[in-house]
T-cell receptor, first 113, second 114 residues
Framework: AQSVTQLDSQVPVFEEAPVELRCNYS??????LFWYVQYPNQGLQLLLK??????LVESINGFEAEFNKSQTSFHLRKPSVHISDTAEYFC???????????FGQGTRLTINP | DAGVTQSPTHLIKTRGQQVTLRCSPK?????VSWYQQALGQGPQFIFQ???????QRGNFPDRFSGHQFPNYSSELNVNALLLGDSALYLC?????????????FGQGTRLTVV
């Protein structure tokens, strides 16, 4: 079985500041890793994913995440946030070949002007 | 191209009643998964359908059941509703079984049990 721990329930930052949202996972088998974003009153949107290959993955809107197998982490980072990044962010893991997503509890990112 | 569509968007039911939620997958997708997201929590996997069969199931009681139709659309049924069933129910669709296909989520159905 897999589990995901998002270490911060809320992260407040100022606009244009850098941010890191932390995610650790536990699994006895190889996994795929994902970050999803949920804007208020909406469903989930895939932000980025790690399947294999390069451990650093990037999204089109400036976010990046690095897969660290030894630390079982997949932290999400952005060098400069915007007001529009205000949302709930979920880290998720799925066992390879299973497609069932196991989500963390979420981190609410609040951007202050 | 329509994405994943869910209906209704909001629903209020009384304890003990039964409810049916509906999901149409993204065009071209054949796999549908259902998740329950309680307030302030991450989504919890309920079950997944592929080729009209339940392929995987999470830790939910038998009161939760589903169906997938030949056109790949799906229904989630919950019987004997409890107050604790109040949540956002999310449908996700993807292509194929057993791969790393990206899951596309609908906007969800907000169920309130009173």
């Amino acid at each position: 079985a897999q589990s995901v721990t998002q270490l911060d329930s809320q992260v407040p930052v100022f606009e244009e500041a850098p941010v890191e949202l932390r995610c650790n996972y536990s699994s006895s088998v190889s996994v795929y890793l994902f970050w999803y974003v949920q804007y208020p009153n909406q469903g989930l949107q895939l932000l980025l994913k790690y399947l294999s290959g390069s451990t650093l993955v990037e999204s089109i809107n400036g976010f990046e995440a690095e897969f660290n197998k030894s630390q079982t982490s997949f932290h999400l980072r952005k060098p400069s946030v915007h007001i529009s990044d205000t949302a709930e962010y979920f880290c998720a893991v799925s066992e390879r070949g299973a497609q069932k997503l196991v989500f963390g509890q979420g981190t609410r990112l609040t951007i202050n002007p | 191209d329509a994405g994943v569509t869910q209906s209704p968007t909001h629903l209020i039911k009384t304890r003990g009643q039964q409810v049916t939620l509906r999901c149409s997958p993204k065009s071209g997708h054949d796999t549908v998964s259902w998740y329950q997201q309680a307030l302030g929590q991450g989504p919890q996997f309920i079950f997944q359908y592929y080729e009209e069969e339940e392929r995987q199931r999470g830790n939910f009681p038998d009161r939760f059941s589903g169906h997938q139709f030949p056109n790949y659309s799906s229904e989630l049924n919950v019987n004997a509703l409890l107050l604790g069933d109040s949540a956002l129910y999310l449908c996700a669709s993807s292509l194929g079984w057993g791969g790393a296909g990206e899951a596309f989520f609908g906007q969800g159905t907000r169920l309130t049990v009173v």
